[in-house]
């Protein structure tokens, strides 16, 4: 297990920092955040004109070939510089899963428009509850001749507002209970019966409420097979984890960076305070759990990455991250003191991702108890 990165993945990780430090500054950022879209178009286009949003696709559909592995290194660099947008829930959500279940017809369809920037994807799984769990799925789709009609709700769809796709998952078999009985769609967003409202939050995150009402969906455009939507969902779930661990990691290498200059910049009482005990301890504190955290996330990356069983690895990087992604930010505020509990400082914008990075694939709580049950417990 080496986790030394290969020449191609660095030079992905030195191009991607600099592009991303140009095009996206902390005032754009902070700018997005209020902006109803939530993202900056064109410069989703830069990114697909760099190859970004194919990465590992097959040139058969318009991608680079690029390994799991190289989208992870990626995601930490838009991790770095917080890269408010749909990337993760058009590539990270819904575009792997369309790679490893699509029939061919569904993947020459969405695949090349995703590489190319002209289509924005969402997830449309959770409900109500806000928990990433099969137990809490009601929303209902019944089979009607060659279609089926969708009806329920959706909760915290990233992106919907703007997407034009949604992967739906669905109750197809009413009398079965938890993971069985669901099927995943692909659904056009501008389908009749289908309305979405953009919920605020303090992140500016695009977080949505999605309401089907009679939306008609051809059995054509069902992912993977009828009733085993719980295949996708697992797959999509270990996928999109580790992406997000790594972008959780790469937010909390770039305020460990900042917070680290700013202690050796700041003086007082004629000292840099990083001379000071109480400072250099909570740095090395910080840099531990930084260090720990990119290796948590790099090992059930590589598992994943080589088709290894990767549950608990991936259970245990996502607990970590959301733990120390709030607490590096925390202790990073206090370094700075009183300014870096104010909206303009740059360290609040990545403050300000960690309740929705947390929830975002499941909480704490939830990948604590998958440890355990892998543990036997």
């Excluded at 924005?120 to 009601?138: C, H, K, M, Q």
């Excluded at 009985?181 to 501008?190: D, N, R």
């Excluded at 939050?201 to 695009?206: A, K, L, N």
């Excluded at 661990?245 to 009482?269: H, I, N, P, S, W």
Aim: one cysteine or more; hydrophobic letters at 45%.
């Amino acid at each position: 297990m080496d986790f030394d990165f290969n020449e191609q993945q660095s030079m992905l990780k030195t191009m991607a920092r600099d592009f991303l430090a140009g095009v996206c500054t902390k005032t754009r950022v902070r700018e997005l955040e209020k902006d109803e879209k939530g993202y900056d178009p064109d410069m989703f286009s830069k990114m697909a004109e760099l190859g970004w949003m194919g990465l590992i696709f097959p040139e058969d559909y318009g991608g680079m070939g690029a390994e799991f592995l190289d989208l992870v290194v990626l995601m930490e660099e838009m991790g770095r510089n917080i890269i408010p947008g749909p990337f993760f829930s058009t590539v990270g959500l819904c575009a792997i899963p369309i790679l490893k279940f699509g029939t061919e017809t569904q993947k020459k369809k969405y695949l090349p428009a995703v590489a190319e920037g002209r289509n924005v994807w969402s997830l449309a799984y959770t409900e109500i509850s806000g928990r990433f769990s099969p137990v809490d799925i009601n929303c209902m789709a019944v089979a009607d001749g060659k279609n089926y009609v969708i009806n329920g709700e959706k909760w915290f769809a990233p992106f919907a507002h703007i997407a034009d796709y949604l992967l739906v998952i669905c109750r197809t078999e009413a009398a079965k209970a938890d993971t069985d009985g669901l099927t995943a769609f692909l659904v056009k967003a501008g389908t009749r019966g289908i309305k979405t409202e953009l919920i605020p939050t303090v992140s500016g995150d695009g977080q949505c409420r999605i309401r089907f009402k009679n939306v008609i969906v051809s059995k054509r455009d069902i992912l993977g097979k009828l009733g085993q939507g719980w295949k996708v969902i697992n797959y999509l779930m270990q996928h999109a984890t580790i992406l997000k661990c790594a972008e959780m990691a790469g937010a909390c290498e770039a305020v460990l960076e900042m917070t680290q200059a700013y202690a050796k910049d700041r003086v007082q009482f004629d000292k840099p305070i990083g001379s000071f005990m109480a400072i250099q301890h909570k740095l090395v504190d910080m840099l531990i759990d930084v260090e720990g955290l990119q290796f948590v996330v790099h090992n059930a990356a590589w598992l994943v990455s080589i088709g290894a069983r990767a549950d608990m690895a991936v259970s245990l990087a996502k607990a970590k991250a959301n733990e120390v992604y709030q607490r590096v930010c925390i202790d990073g505020i206090k370094i700075h003191g009183a300014i870096g509990f104010t909206m303009d400082h740059d360290i609040g914008c990545y403050f300000r991702r960690v309740k929705a990075d947390e929830f975002m694939l499941g909480d704490t709580d939830l990948h604590l108890e998958k440890v355990a049950g892998e543990m036997g417990l």
